[in-house]
């Protein structure tokens, strides 16, 4: 039976809190020891390529998933023996729909508040309520599979928070949305943040990412990189030089042989200096060979990632 | 917990009422039975001291509930998936709310079937009256309620719906066609009999024959007790699949493509 939200814990406790977690399954090791905290009302993402472990530590944080060995802990709670007090603290969006498609998104929402022990009064208002502050009520009545993507995310975030969770778990929650529909969506979760909630995500967009108040690289089951989106960038230096030539092979072995140390991926040469713009006329002057295009600009997290595992984020070019 | 389980039936009863039409598909198979096949056997023989049609009528009963009930119960298979389904089990409703919502919205599926059947008692050769009807519609809801119940204790062990045929074919139409449903077990062959001792089915089609012939196979309180049993069993055991692993993205069934 739902029992009153535990408000007891210090206002200290982080909202979520991860110590050497591993997760196997069969010989396969997803998770690698993880260590994490993510303070209460923070907004923090996961990001990594496919298969890097994302999906399996959000499930465990998400108490959807038990960890092989290792701690976690959520609002204090324990993601194993409390599963069901974090679950009547958390909402969650999931990359799959997860609303009845032949309802209408308000019947879904008072089918979710009654699953939470709403009296039927109570869930018709709780529905209204979210409806009109995601601003969707005006498309409430018509049946969720006419609705268009983005407002079909709006109603599963509506569905999430029914519950009026302290931490809000949204997995890849953005998939398939035009760049417009997104925006609007992570303004509405900032708004969530900044009223107190934890957000904790998972994405492989990147500009998704810099609108987290930290991100940490997840990659091959370990986190190879956490701080802010402007810390992790500074880890590249002062900027990012990329050259498209006529042959890359052969302009690489040249930079090498110069002292340059050229990324290793990449579909185009990438080289992190800490002054690139004095270097630029240097290496159009004196490279060996034709250059097609030439950029400077300032290190994205996709160098940041790029320059700590040698590979893309999207997974493409690079070594395997 | 009453609101979680009322919750889960609302959901199923709204999405039922979506698909309405069915209800009216669902008439086709026991009325070829009854018309059909029951009016093509009823020429030559009589049975249970009357219409051949009459004595199968309770049978087709409980073929449409078995079969409208076990079909309501494999919706677990796909919304498991995809879904609202999906947002119940990450909720901290718990498991066995979430078996019982579901075996009783089936039931009542199955008993909106049968109560769309039952006016065509009259024209198989079985009249009822106010009492045979109000007997009737009782073993029809405890028929149905048991059925639902086995129904939700195979899908939820299930992570495919095409399995649905196979377990239809190897379980259901062996139940039905054991249960007596269409000829006596009476004058069945030794074996038959014993089998139909371990049917639950037979004792919903038994219970249903005596509120209309007035003539039972086993006592009606061993037929009580007996799906009263199996009830208590099936549900025990679906709670228990519900609840198995913590891995339960998947409802404890084991494909999760963590990759993905």
Redesign the interface.
């Known amino acids: ?2 029992t009153a939200p535990s408000t007891s814990e210090d206002a200290g406790t982080p909202a979520v809190e991860v110590r050497s977690l591993a997760k196997a ?1 069969g010989k396969v090791e ?1 998770l690698k020891g993880i260590d994490l905290t993510v303070g209460k009302g923070e907004m923090f993402a996961l990001l990594g390529p ?2 890097a472990g994302k ?2 530590l959000f ?1 465990i944080l ?5 960890p092989t060995a290792g701690a976690a802990r959520v609002l204090g709670l324990d993601v ?1 023996a409390d ?3 974090i ?2 603290e958390m909402g ?1 969006v ?1 990359q ?8 209408s998104g308000r ?2 929402l008072m ?2 508040g ?6 039927l009064a109570g869930a018709k208002r709780r529905a209204s309520e979210i409806l009109t502050r995601l601003g969707i009520a005006d498309s409430a009545d018509r049946l969720a599979k006419t609705l268009s993507g983005g407002q079909r995310r709006k109603l599963e975030l509506a ?1 999430a928070l029914v519950t009026d969770p302290r931490i809000l778990f949204l997995d890849e929650a953005t998939l398939g949305l035009d760049v417009d529909a997104r925006r609007m969506f992570w303004g509405q979760i900032r708004g969530l943040a900044d009223e107190g909630r934890t957000v904790f995500f998972t994405t492989h967009y990147m500009e998704e990412a810099e609108v987290a108040d930290r991100i940490a690289l997840i990659d091959s089951g370990r986190i190879v990189a956490l701080g802010t989106p402007a810390e992790l960038k500074a880890r590249v230096g002062g900027g990012v030089v990329t050259l498209r030539t006529a042959d890359d092979e052969r302009a690489r072995e040249w930079l090498r042989g110069r002292g340059f140390a050229p990324e290793a991926g990449g579909q185009a040469i990438t080289i992190v200096h800490a002054d690139p713009a004095a270097i630029i006329p240097d290496l159009l002057r004196n490279l060996p060979v034709r250059v097609d295009r030439a950029e400077v600009h300032a290190p994205s997290l996709e160098d940041v990632f790029l320059k700590l595992t040698g590979r893309g984020l999207e997974g493409g070019g690079g070594k395997p | ?1 009453m ?2 389980i ?3 039936v ?2 199923d009863l ?2 039922f009422w ?1 698909d309405r039409a069915r209800l009216i598909a669902g008439l086709i198979q026991p009325l070829l039975y009854l018309f059909v096949l029951g009016a093509g056997i009823g020429a030559s023989v009589k049975m249970g001291g009357g219409d051949y049609r009459r004595f199968i009528f309770p049978g087709t009963m409980g073929l449409s509930l078995l079969f409208s009930a076990t079909f309501a119960a494999i919706t677990i298979v796909f919304d498991r ?4 389904f ?3 089990l ?4 718990p498991r066995s709310a979430i078996a019982f919502g579901k075996i009783i919205a089936g039931a009542l599926q199955a008993l909106a079937q049968g109560l769309i059947l039952l006016p065509f008692a009259p024209l198989a050769g079985a009249t009822l009256n106010l009492g045979q009807c109000i007997e009737m519609v009782g073993a029809m809801a405890l028929a149905s309620l048991t059925f639902s119940a086995i129904g939700v204790g195979f899908a939820c062990r299930f992570n495919s719906t095409t399995v649905f045929p196979i377990v239809s074919n190897a379980v259901l139409l062996p139940m039905f066609f054991l249960s007596g449903g269409l000829y006596p077990l009476r004058a069945a062959p030794a074996w038959m009999q014993v089998a139909a001792h371990f049917d639950p089915v037979a004792y919903a089609v038994d219970l249903m024959r005596g509120s209309v012939l007035g003539v039972f196979y086993f006592p009606v309180p061993l037929s009580l007790g007996a799906l009263a049993l199996t009830i208590s069993l099936v549900a025990w055991a679906a709670v228990r699949v519900f609840n198995r ?5 998947g409802l404890g069934a084991t494909n999760f493509n ?3």
């Open positions: 039976m739902p399954y997803a496919n298969g999906t399996t499930s998400a108490t959807l998933r038990a194993v599963r069901d007090a679950r009547r969650i999931f799959e729909p997860a609303i009845e498609q032949r309802l019947d879904n089918l979710m009654l699953l939470y022990g709403h009296t569905r | 917990m609101r979680a009322f919750a889960i609302i959901l709204k999405r979506l998936q995809i879904g609202f999906k947002a119940i990450v909720s901290p409703v692993g913590e891995d339960d993205s963590w990759r993905r």
